[in-house]
């Protein structure tokens, strides 16, 4: 009976160890999804300037709200997805925001220089998928936080 029990601790604290270490990067840290949790409760009129491309499928916005800003996108399939612009990488580093790429197609962390200069400034270089959010390459092992999209007439309402 001893070596049963002994057994099976053994099997337990294997195992244990072996999810520990399968959830580290490369340089030895866990990497968890640890971008914060804030309420938003963000109304957007689609008839405002600053959101008009919000009516055409394929248009986008940057949002004031979440941790970093919000993504709003407005698919093909004529649903909208709002997206935290705080890459879940190392999400308390400056830089880990996500960006709308050039060609509008996906999201990937990092900046450009300035509204006027398009040149790329990395942090992780993660990319995103527009709609969902999920992960399509880099070294992140997490999705961008979703949050509720909700349209009455040409008013959208985000929140979690």
């Given at each position: 009976?001893?070596?049963?029990?002994?057994?099976?601790?053994?099997?337990?604290?294997?195992?244990?160890?072996v999810v520990?270490?399968?959830?580290?990067?490369?340089?030895?840290?866990?990497?968890?999804?640890?971008?914060?949790?804030?309420?938003?409760?963000?109304?957007?009129?689609?008839?405002?300037?600053?959101?008009?491309?919000?009516?055409?499928?394929?248009?986008?916005?940057?949002?004031?709200?979440?941790?970093?800003?919000?993504?709003?996108?407005h698919h093909?399939?004529?649903?909208?997805?709002?997206?935290?612009?705080?890459?879940?990488?190392?999400?308390?580093?400056?830089?880990?925001?996500?960006?709308?790429?050039?060609?509008?197609?996906?999201?990937?962390?990092?900046?450009?220089?300035?509204?006027?200069?398009?040149?790329?400034?990395?942090?992780?270089?993660?990319?995103?998928?527009?709609?969902?959010?999920?992960?399509?390459?880099?070294p992140s092992?997490?999705?961008?936080?979703?949050?509720?999209?909700?349209?009455?007439?040409?008013?959208?309402?985000?929140?979690?």
């Amino acid at each position: 009976m001893k070596k049963f029990t002994t057994y099976i601790l053994t099997s337990i604290l294997a195992v244990v160890a072996v999810v520990t270490l399968s959830q580290c990067k490369k340089d030895g840290s866990q990497q968890q999804n640890d971008v914060p949790n804030v309420p938003v409760n963000i109304t957007v009129n689609m008839n405002l300037p600053e959101y008009l491309s919000l009516q055409s499928q394929g248009g986008w916005a940057y949002l004031n709200g979440g941790v970093k800003g919000i993504v709003l996108y407005h698919h093909f399939d004529d649903a909208f997805y709002a997206l935290e612009r705080n890459c879940p990488y190392q999400p308390f580093d400056d830089c880990a925001t996500v960006t709308v790429d050039l060609t509008g197609v996906f999201l990937r962390c990092g900046k450009f220089k300035s509204n006027t200069d398009t040149t790329w400034i990395p942090c992780c270089n993660s990319e995103y998928s527009m709609e969902s959010g999920f992960l399509i390459s880099g070294p992140s092992r997490f999705s961008l936080k979703n949050y509720r999209v909700s349209r009455s007439g040409n008013v959208l309402y985000v929140s979690n």
